[in-house]
Structure formats: structure tokens, C-alpha cells
């Protein structure tokens, strides 16, 4: 068989869906599983979502629409964004795009290649330097601190900053450690960057409206970089639309012109059916996602007051997002089946296997010291995982 390319080649698999797949496999296979691996809302999308996908399909908008993205829904996510995020982009600088992933891996493209750096603070969701690595460019991490509540230092950004790097990826409220940056946190990482104007910023926003804190200020509201911030963000989890793939970008005319043009060889579009319910989610009511975001913040608490009980467990409360994100490096060095439990990855494997729990290992996001929970299950499901978790913990040191 003839060689794949060395871009394929030299791609990580995604490990959160690696490690879901093993706990469906378990879960097929009889056992009783509860997973908590993959970050998406158990809950619908609003009915009148719904209902205006259904007319879509009944009104025959079966056609491809224009690349950015029906006109109708660039207007939408162009006041939405005004409305939420108080960012003024006239919809001429609105993308639409198959999910936040298509936009940012689209921008990606458009910002950097062979040569370039893009910088990526950890932990992270791993995908921004699979999508480097895509577009030719070399991923640096640079790791954050629990002591520094997993954000960015400006003095560690500019320690960083190399004349390579083309792309700083920010991502608020992060995936996986829940970290939301201040207005003064951005500000003072503004004032190192205005030293470097070659460096675009990438903002991940696409957990904008699931926080616990009053505020989420992107950067692109940060007056002394707006122009070079690229602002992604989607309706996968605001409106529990992860199937239905559906993303935006907005930023400086001439990167949305380039990553409209990328797509155009592409994807094409967004799905013309979901592009009229994006318009409905965005334009609509957004009571629904207001209660949302108030059902997760319930869960955090509950789900953020037993996990930190437990003996082994450190972790603050995650101010946006729907992740625990605990070190449980003090539990490492135990044995299991006459193995040491080394790492993260030894440690999730013990949980599915011994308490049915199925968690991402913290090495996925370039942090070997803790592992990840998503709290967007059940409450049942919740009580059910933490039951099991804190049995093996107590098994664990009682081995
Ligand atoms: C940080 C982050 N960005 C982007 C995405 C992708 O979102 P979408 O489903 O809109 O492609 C995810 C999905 O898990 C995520 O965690």
C-alpha cells in the first residue's frame, strides 16, 4: 500500500473520544458503565430550535447556502455577539462554519503554516495543536500552574513569545480546567502582546455562556488587540447543538475573507437545515440557555463539594465550562493488580475498571497530574460516579 502523507501520519488521535469508546466497548459488552468522558449537554436543544429545523426541511431549504453562512444567520450571530459579549462585527466579518471546531481549525489555516509557532497554554484541549500540526505549523505548550489557577502569566507570555510564533490560542472559560480570565488578566496579557504584532490571538469563546462567574470578557474587547483577535465560538453547547454542528468565527475582514475562502474548497457550508435553526437559537428566546447554564452551576456545586472530600482529590471550583478538572497526583505510586498507578492514565484506566467510571486522563490536555469530569450527565448519574469514585479511592488505600 502506498505511504499517507506525513501530516496524517503525524496526528494524535483525539483521547477523550479514544477513552469514550473503550467505556462504550465495556458498556456493550455488559458492564454497568457511567461515563462522564465526552463534554456535551444531556439536555434538547429549545423546542423552538427544533421546530424551526422542521420547517426548514418542510419549506425545502435543501440547497447549499453561501459559504459564510445564510445572511440571515451572519446577522444573527453578529448581534448575538454584540448582545452577549458586547463585540461589535458587522456580519460582513461573520463566518458560519460545521461546529467551533470547523472555524477554528479553518482559522488555524488561515493564520499559520510551515515555520510558524502557535502557542498554546496548558492544560488544553489537545485539538488546537492537532489543527497546528494540520496546518503545518509547530504547536508550543506553555504549562500554567494550578497556583496560578491555570491561566496564563503575562511574564510567562513573554517568555514565550519567539520570533516564530504566529498564534497565542486562548481559550475562556477553558476546556478542561474551567479557568475565565478577567478583564485586568486579558488587559495585562494585551500589554505584553502589544510588543508582538505579529502574534494573532486565537479566542476559544465556545463556552461563553456556561459560567459561574458574572463576566466572560473575550479579547477581542481588549481595545489594544482587538484587531488581531480571531473570536470563535458555537451553538454545540450553549443550546445542546453538538450533532447538529454549528459554529461561527468573526474577527479582521481580511482572516474571515482568507478562512471563507479555505472553506469554500472544504466544507462548503454549514448545514443548510441547521443554519435556519442557528437563526432561530441565536434571534429566539434565550431563557432556555439561562436555565441551562443554572442547572450545570447546581451541578458543579454538588458535583465540586464531594469530589473535593475526597481524600487525594485538590481542585478548585471551576468558574465556567462543565468540567472538574482535580489533581490526583497524591494518589499516584499506589498499587493495582501489581501495577503502580504512575500517571493519569493508569489512573482512569483503575477507575473503569475496578469502580465502572469512565474519566479523561489529564494527559490529554497536557497535564499528567489530574484527570477530567464532565458534570453534563444526570444528577443520578453524577451521585452514581462519585459513589464509585470515592469506593475505589478508599479500595486504593486499603490495597
Ligand atoms: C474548547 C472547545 N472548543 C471547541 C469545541 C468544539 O465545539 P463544536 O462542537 O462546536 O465543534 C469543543 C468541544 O468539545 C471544546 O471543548
Not at 42 to 50: Q, S
Not at 78 to 87: A, N, Y
Not at 125 to 150: Q, R
Request: proline share 6%; with cysteine.
Amino acid at each position: 500500500m502506498s505511504a499517507l502523507s506525513s501530516r496524517a501520519a503525524g496526528i494524535e488521535p483525539s483521547r477523550t473520544i479514544a477513552m469514550n469508546q473503550r467505556a462504550r466497548d465495556l458498556a456493550a459488552a455488559g458492564r454497568d458503565i457511567v461515563d462522564l468522558t465526552v463534554g456535551e449537554p444531556d439536555f434538547h436543544p429549545p423546542a423552538e430550535v427544533r421546530e424551526a429545523a422542521r420547517l426548514a426541511i418542510a419549506e425545502g431549504a435543501d440547497r447549499y447556502t453561501p459559504v459564510a453562512g445564510e445572511p440571515a444567520l451572519r446577522e444573527a450571530v453578529s448581534r448575538k455577539l454584540l448582545r452577549d459579549s458586547g463585540l461589535a462585527y458587522p456580519a460582513s466579518r461573520v463566518m458560519a462554519s460545521c461546529g467551533a471546531k470547523s472555524a477554528l481549525s479553518n482559522a488555524m489555516l488561515a493564520l499559520c503554516g510551515p515555520g510558524d509557532e502557535v502557542l498554546v497554554p496548558t492544560p488544553a484541549w489537545l485539538s488546537y495543536a492537532e489543527m497546528a500540526k494540520i496546518a503545518g505549523a509547530a504547536p508550543v505548550f506553555e504549562p500554567c500552574s494550578a497556583a496560578d489557577g491555570y491561566k496564563l502569566r503575562p511574564e510567562r507570555l513573554a517568555a514565550a513569545v519567539t520570533a516564530r510564533t504566529r498564534v497565542l490560542v486562548l481559550c475562556s472559560p477553558s476546556n478542561p480546567t474551567g479557568a475565565v480570565y478577567t478583564r485586568a488578566e486579558l488587559e495585562a496579557l494585551a500589554s505584553v502582546l502589544v510588543r508582538f504584532p505579529d502574534v494573532w490571538i486565537l479566542s476559544d469563546e465556545v463556552y461563553e455562556s456556561i459560567r459561574y462567574v458574572p463576566e466572560v470578557p473575550s479579547p477581542a474587547s481588549v481595545a489594544a488587540i482587538a484587531d488581531r483577535v480571531v473570536v470563535v465560538g458555537g451553538l454545540s453547547k450553549s443550546h445542546a447543538m453538538t450533532g447538529w454542528r454549528l459554529g461561527f468565527l468573526a474577527g479582521p475582514k481580511a482572516v474571515v475573507d482568507a478562512c471563507i475562502a479555505i472553506q469554500g474548497q472544504t466544507t462548503t457550508c454549514a448545514s443548510s437545515i441547521t443554519q435556519r435553526a442557528g437563526i432561530a437559537a441565536l434571534a429566539g428566546d434565550q431563557a432556555p440557555v439561562a436555565a441551562m447554564a443554572a442547572a450545570f452551576r447546581l451541578r458543579r456545586d454538588r458535583a465540586y463539594a464531594r469530589l473535593a472530600a475526597i481524600p487525594g482529590f485538590r481542585l478548585a471550583a471551576p468558574d465556567g465550562a462543565f468540567y472538574l478538572f482535580p489533581d490526583v497526583s497524591a494518589l499516584f505510586g499506589s498499587e493495582w493488580r501489581g501495577v503502580r498507578i504512575e500517571g493519569s492514565d493508569d489512573f482512569c484506566l483503575y477507575l473503569l475498571e475496578e469502580a465502572g467510571v469512565a474519566l479523561v486522563p489529564g494527559s490529554a490536555f497536557g497535564d499528567d497530574a489530574c484527570v477530567r469530569m464532565s458534570f453534563a450527565a444526570s444528577d443520578a448519574a453524577i451521585d452514581m460516579a462519585l459513589d464509585r469514585i470515592e469506593a475505589a479511592v478508599v479500595a486504593l488505600g486499603s490495597r
